[in-house]
């Protein structure tokens, strides 16, 4: 079963008046459950890769299927609903609201969707238990460590059950150690709950944790391989 699919994808950007284009006819497709990272030189459109996949962004032209639904035909109302329930992000920069603390940021989501988050208490002990953190329930971001705020960013993106989760550089702002936890953690999830999981990384370790890797040069994919345990 195919989790994404992408057909002749290009993506151009106008500054000014020059247009410049950063995806070039990209095809291919992840299969649920697969752990995906893009790799490439800085500016080859990663990012940009990324967010189109992720509904965050528009093609300029050619199509990208979630689930096998083109998000070129989702009402916008709907593309948020989508967002909210089926897809997760991780950023670099944990992106976790300061005065709320780790249950709060981690059921915002929840509370957005209008669901009531008291519905959701077996689910968030659960999560807190999966990223270490259940002793931390009401600290806020200021008083954990770079690694814990990652940990509460993926409880976050996983407390509405999504099918698949974009992570945009998720360990680069960790040091090595703390970046190897993260990955196993991603891994776990990945291997126990299923998830497909698609990564933006400049790290060829932290690409070694998942199932193949697909390579961008100058906006192309040069490289879409499987990656061998
Ligand atoms: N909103 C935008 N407007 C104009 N140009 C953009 C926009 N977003 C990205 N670009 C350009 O598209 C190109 C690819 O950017 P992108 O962020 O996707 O690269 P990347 O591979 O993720 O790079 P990095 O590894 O440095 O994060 C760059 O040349 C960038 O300047």
Do not use: C
């Not at 290009?10 to 410049?20: P, Q």
């Not at 990012?47 to 989702?74: F, H, N």
């Not at 670099?92 to 780790?102: G, K, S, T």
């Not at 199932?211 to 391989?225: F, K, P």
Request: glycine share 8%; hydrophobic share 35%.
């Amino acid at each position: 079963m195919k989790a994404i699919e992408v057909i002749n994808l290009n993506k151009s950007f106008m500054t000014g008046k020059e247009e410049t284009t950063v995806l070039k006819g990209l095809d291919f497709s992840v299969e649920k459950g697969e752990f995906v990272s893009i790799m490439g030189p800085s500016g080859s459109g990663k990012s940009t890769l990324l967010y189109l996949l992720g509904g965050l962004d528009k093609p300029t032209s050619g199509t990208v299927q979630l689930d096998g639904k083109d998000l070129a035909q989702v009402s916008k109302k709907a593309m948020s609903k989508l967002r909210r329930s089926k897809i997760g992000f991780v950023f670099q920069f944990y992106n976790l609201v300061q005065n709320l603390n780790v249950e709060d940021n981690i059921l915002l989501p929840i509370i957005l969707d209008g669901k009531n988050p008291k519905k959701y208490e077996e689910k968030l002990t659960e999560i807190l238990d999966v990223i270490g953190l259940s002793d931390k329930r009401k600290a806020t971001p200021r008083e954990l460590s770079g690694g814990q705020q990652q940990r509460v960013a993926i409880a976050r993106a996983l407390i509405s059950e999504p099918d698949i989760i974009f992570l945009d550089e998720p360990i680069g702002n960790l040091d090595s150690k703390t970046g190897k936890e993260i990955m196993e953690l991603f891994r776990s999830i990945n291997r126990k709950y299923g998830k497909t999981l698609i990564q933006v990384t400049h790290s060829q370790s932290a690409a070694q944790y998942g199932t193949s890797i697909i390579r961008l040069v100058d906006g192309e994919i040069v490289e879409h391989s499987k990656i061998t345990a």
